[in-house]
């Protein structure tokens, strides 16, 4: 459990961060909910919060063993390859809050429960499957499933209360390489600090395409305003 809670210390940070990130905007949500625009409005912040969640969750896979070695004691640095798995389930259930606020805008927290639970039983019953063979490991990937199940759940479900361009191959693609660099690091693979610098480089190429249009858009506005 030691082991644990101290690979856990990073992706807890970052759920502080995701939450202050979240707040920002949430309200915006509820000021937007009666306006036509609301549908706009998801589909503008939904690239931005993924880009940071993404780019984020990348670049501190890729630092993750320099960052263990400031905030992990000696004694518990040998859990630091837990942190990129640990990284993988804080984007995913960043993603999940992200539904979460549409379910929050329409007053359905109904639905919100039932895919908690669901990912819940998932991560349960992954953990006491695998805990004996895998051991520590077990508990950070079935984190991961149970994150995964939820994700899932909800973005089919959501579809029935709005329809939101979630840039479904942009998307993918960024996911694809960030469990590729997550288990190429907790493996530690040969020259895993490469291959994960790649996976980052990468990620942030494909994430600075998907801003373009919006960058693009607010200095075309500065000029015309200027």
């Not at 089919?156 to 997550?182: F, G, K, Y």
């Not at 291959?195 to 942030?204: D, G, K, M, R, V």
Request: one cysteine or more; a positive charge; glycine letters at 4%.
């Amino acid at each position: 459990s030691g082991l644990y809670a101290a690979a856990s210390k990073i992706p807890n940070l970052l759920n502080v961060l995701q939450q202050i990130v979240q707040q920002a905007w949430q309200l915006s949500t509820f000021q937007e909910f009666k306006s036509s625009g609301l549908k706009h409005f998801y589909d503008v912040i939904w690239r931005v919060y993924h880009a940071l969640m993404s780019v984020g969750s990348a670049l501190v896979i890729t630092l993750s063993p320099f960052i263990a070695r400031v905030l992990m004691q000696r004694q518990f640095y040998s859990a630091w390859p837990l942190i990129s798995i640990l990284v993988l389930a804080f984007y995913l259930s960043a993603i999940n809050n992200f539904l979460g606020t549409i379910y929050q805008a329409y007053m359905r927290t109904k639905p919100l429960l039932v895919a908690t639970v669901v990912g819940a039983a998932a991560c349960l019953a992954f953990t006491a499957i695998l805990v004996h063979d895998w051991g520590i490991s077990a508990a950070a990937f079935g984190v991961f499933v149970g994150s995964l199940v939820i994700f899932v759940v909800r973005v089919i479900d959501v579809r029935r209360l709005m329809s939101i361009n979630m840039r479904p191959i942009p998307t993918a693609i960024t996911m694809t390489l960030l469990t590729v660099q997550s288990l190429v690091t907790s493996n530690q693979c040969n020259h895993y600090l490469f291959w994960s610098s790649i996976c980052l480089l990468l990620i942030a190429f494909v994430q600075c395409y998907e801003l373009k249009p919006l960058i693009t858009l607010i200095f075309t506005r500065r000029k015309y305003t200027a």
